[in-house]
């Protein structure tokens, strides 16, 4: 078996087994909507908003962690307001937030040791699935992980 793959199998309904030829790679990054259900290969599950998503019960949400303090602020995020024109802008201002976030290293430690073990995924409440917050941090620990290589 590869190191950081895991292949997966499935039983059919009448007693055969099928090989499923989608991989997941583990340790990977992953982001994905707070209203999405959660899935084994998610791993650890941190939701990054600083507000808590409308009609989500906490009770009936699987998530590991809660980091409100690495979420954009709430000038930005108002600023920002899921325009997609805006994305790049909002994407640099964000960056430079987090780069002088006081609570980012400590954040960058705990997702890279998580990832040491499996999966990371961030949790977002946001509508659309590319221009948002999360995928902004996701880029920018990717880019954090690359600095220390």
């Known amino acids: 078996m590869l190191e950081g ?26 982001c994905k909507r707070i209203y999405d259900p959660p899935k084994p290969e ?16 906490k ?24 325009t997609i024109e805006r994305f790049a802008e909002f994407s640099i201002r964000y960056i430079a937030e987090l780069d002088a976030n006081p609570h980012a290293k400590a954040f960058l430690n705990t997702i ?12 977002f409440g946001a509508k659309d699935r590319m ?4 995928a902004v941090l996701k880029n920018w620990i990717e880019t954090q992980d690359l600095k220390t290589i």
């Open 42 to 57: 998610d791993g650890y599950r941190v939701f990054v908003d600083r507000l808590w998503p409308r009609g989500v019960k």
């Open 59 to 82: 009770e009936n949400i699987r998530i590991d962690l809660w980091e409100k303090d690495i979420a954009p602020s709430t000038e930005l995020r108002k600023w920002f307001g899921h």
């Open 5 to 30: 793959v895991e292949f997966l199998s499935e039983t059919r309904a009448n007693g055969g087994v099928r090989e499923v030829y989608t991989l997941i790679n583990k340790n990977e990054l992953l």
């Open 131 to 134: 221009f948002n917050h999360a």
């Open 112 to 123: 890279q040791d998580k990832r040491k073990h499996g999966n990371v995924t961030l949790l």
